[in-house]
């Protein structure tokens, strides 16, 4: 026994004392008709909410609050709105400038009189160096201001601009398209949709049919769907109820969905499979429910607590984006455990002996298949750790060479108008005429500034596009010669500021360049607050659940390695794009710049699932036996089937995401699957149990000093 170290910890209620899952599982059975008409109003009254959640959301918030980048947006609202920086464009293309001088007029009127315009620039009337034109006289720009009452209204008026524009009917030969900030994000959201819908279809049939297969009954196999649904329903009409207070990002639905699918079906799998053993052991509905609440729905309780924990660690991110999708998975995450605490209980037991039907008692020899392999891996447990760090350590080596970027119109499929009117964009004016930098400055320092920008290797044109304000400040305008989602971009923006900071310190540099630039400038200062946060919760969460330092730690950097070897897997598809065709996409060439941080926080705390629901069925063991070894084999026989029906219906639905959606839900569904994928295998199936072998007895000892000040907590029944 180490010094200063207490003995193997096991913490026994008193005899007769009825704990919450007792009190719980009594309310359950004796109020189960109430429980169930709650949650039928509560689902009736978000319904609608959820139904009209679409609308209610913002293609905005890519700003970093507080950065030079907004404020240059701001004084450009505020001071320069007849500039029109962030104004739709109507790219309009013919076969010569003939043709496209009718197809202009055409445009022009087709979408003077729509209530979506509330201004159009006319080409023919602006001097040529305004660079409406391009050089081969086929394509003009029609700079259009949207008429809309906030920034989450602005992708509505671009769709509606899109749709007069393809009521427009051009002569032959000529396109028009309609590109910009805002036109992106409006086929962003349609397209958003179409792939939530997808996906439910795509993992719809699949989960359905493995579910059936799993507990052999209709009717136990509806119940996880019914509770997802349920879940969902409630985390969107609270969204929706959020957006009346503040924007949130159309970003939340997919993600709100994709992980409220994964969890309430893993919830309900767990519940109900253990509720179905305790049946088939001889115990009466409150007893099964009651020991079902004190084991997996304690697991539950502090799988949610632990991704929502690493989900608010993002709300640390000064960006409305991040914020959004952050709340929107906290909240699927809080509706999906509680019906599976509350609602899934309640049916359980209204439902009597007709959930028992199919294949409740058909566990036996799954469970001796996980036994023989267990006791197989804690014979040799040295080479089972080893095997398994080794594994995890080179799927990693990848992240050393990741790239990072910032994706641009590309972010949406070819065929919408926004990418379409982007590529016919920079064909016709160059790549960087979809990265503008507007520099706000003193009409004093403007003719350097300009000069400035046009010693600056990179920089096509820089003029003068406005009168000075009120303020005494004007605008110029710099068009680099790389596109926006270029690294060189990225550094021509921080080398301007760089040179005006000593000569014009008065300037400020925005633009669509500049908010790129600096989003990843707030991630990068961010991110060490986060993880270090994410690190600090769920290290504290461990010692108290587990009472052992060894575990805690072990728990950590087994995480730490499945994150880093899913990131690295997810970098040798995006970036090198080894694979990516498979899964329909064309590689970008990097990783978008907020995925490290924003990928951490979900993936260390989406690894924690499992890692709990295995602790604590091998904790349960042992603090029934006393034996670590036993416990390991055990825990692992018992949760062996679960766990693996529960990570195939995960990732099921989250290649379903990946597969059917954009770049970026795309980048998160297939990496959050390779995540799963290997905490089910390597994770589960060698480490856990090779650690706890390797560390036998000393796993559960902690110094006297911290047993005292930790609060108790057990998984004894």
């Not at 080409?123 to 391009?134: C, E, H, I, N």
């Not at 008026?157 to 009521?167: K, M, P, Q």
């Not at 992106?184 to 989960?207: H, R, T």
Request: a neutral charge; proline letters at 5%.
């Amino acid at each position: 026994m180490s010094v200063g170290a207490s003995d193997p910890v096991r913490h026994h209620p008193p005899r007769g004392r009825r704990t919450l899952a007792d009190r719980t599982a009594a309310a359950m059975v004796a109020r189960r008709k109430l429980v169930m008409l709650a949650w039928l109003a509560i689902v009736l009254a978000a319904v609608p909410l959820a139904a009209t959640l679409n609308g209610a959301l913002s293609g905005a918030g890519w700003n970093a609050r507080g950065y030079e980048s907004e404020q240059v947006r701001h004084e450009l609202r505020r001071d320069f709105a007849a500039l029109g920086a962030e104004a739709a464009a109507v790219v309009v293309q013919a076969k010569t400038p003939e043709g496209r001088e009718a197809a202009v007029g055409t445009v022009l009127a087709g979408i003077g009189d729509d209530p979506a315009v509330e201004r159009v620039t006319d080409p023919r009337t602006q001097p040529p160096g305004a660079g409406l034109v391009s050089s081969d006289g086929r394509t003009t720009l029609i700079p259009v201001h949207l008429h809309a009452g906030s920034d989450a209204h602005l992708p509505e008026a671009a769709a509606d601009l899109s749709d007069a524009v393809d009521r427009v009917r051009l002569p032959a030969g000529a396109s028009a398209d309609v590109t910009g900030e805002w036109p992106v994000w409006a086929d962003f959201n349609e397209s958003n949709e179409k792939a939530m819908l997808k996906a439910e279809i795509l993992s719809g049939l699949p989960m359905m049919v493995l579910l059936v297969i799993v507990f052999g009954s209709l009717i136990a196999a509806g119940m996880p769907l019914m509770l997802t649904a349920a879940g969902i329903a409630v985390s969107y009409g609270g969204l929706h109820l959020i957006t009346m207070v503040t924007p949130l990002s159309v970003w939340s639905m997919n993600f709100a969905m994709m992980i409220g699918m994964a969890l309430g079906i893993d919830y309900s799998l767990f519940i109900i499979t253990r509720y179905r053993a305790e049946r088939a052991s001889g115990h009466d509905t409150q007893t099964a429910l009651a020991t079902t609440l004190a084991t997996s729905g304690k697991a539950i309780v502090l799988s949610g607590l632990a991704l929502i924990m690493a989900l608010g660690a993002l709300l640390l991110l000064p960006v409305m984006v991040f914020r959004s999708m952050a709340a929107g998975m906290m909240l699927s995450v809080l509706a999906v455990a509680a019906a599976a605490l509350t609602l899934l209980p309640a049916v359980l037991a209204a439902l009597g002996d007709r959930v028992l039907r199919g294949r409740a008692a058909r566990t036996g020899p799954s469970e001796a298949r996980w036994a023989r392999w267990s006791s197989g891996v804690v014979r040799r447990p040295a080479l089972g750790l080893l095997a398994g760090l080794l594994i995890l350590g080179g799927l990693a080596l990848p992240t050393a060479s990741v790239e990072l970027g910032m994706p641009g119109a590309r972010v949406v499929d070819a065929g919408y108008s926004s990418r379409d009117g982007y590529e016919t964009l920079t064909e016709a004016f160059g790549p960087g005429a979809g990265a503008t930098i507007y520099i706000t400055t003193p009409q004093a320092t403007a003719s350097q500034v300009v000069q400035i920008a046009q010693g600056r290797r990179g920089v096509a044109a820089a003029r003068t596009v406005t009168e000075p304000a009120a303020t005494g400040r004007l605008v110029v305008q710099v068009t680099p010669t790389t596109a926006i989602d270029d690294d060189r971009t990225a550094d021509l923006v921080k080398g301007i500021r760089g040179d005006l900071d000593r000569a014009a310190p008065q300037a400020l540099v925005g633009g669509p360049a500049a908010q790129n630039h600096d989003l990843t400038r707030a991630l990068a200062a961010s991110a060490p607050w986060i993880i270090a946060l994410v690190l600090i919760m769920s290290l504290l969460m461990m010692l108290i659940v587990f009472r052992s330092v060894i575990i805690a730690l072990v728990s950590v950097v087994m995480n730490l390695l499945t994150v880093a070897g899913a990131f690295g897997i997810a970098s040798i598809i995006f970036q090198h794009g080894i694979g990516a065709s498979l899964i329909g996409i064309d590689s970008q060439g990097f990783i978008d710049a907020w995925a490290p941080v924003f990928f951490f926080a979900i993936l260390f705390g989406l690894s924690m699932d499992y890692q709990l629901f295995l602790l604590a069925a091998i904790r349960e063991k042992y603090e029934l036996g006393g034996d670590t070894r036993t416990a390991v084999r055990d825990g692992i026989a018992a949760t062996g089937r679960p766990i693996t029906n529960a990570a195939i219906i995960m990732v099921i639905v989250f290649v379903a995401f990946g597969v059917t959606g954009p770049i970026p839900p795309t980048e998160l569904g297939i990496t959050l699957a390779i995540a799963v994928i290997l905490d089910a295998t390597i994770v589960r199936m060698l480490i856990v149990p090779a650690s706890l072998a390797v560390f036998g007895d000393a796993n559960w000892r902690i110094p006297r000093w911290l047993d005292r000040v930790l609060p108790t907590f057990t998984f004894r029944h």
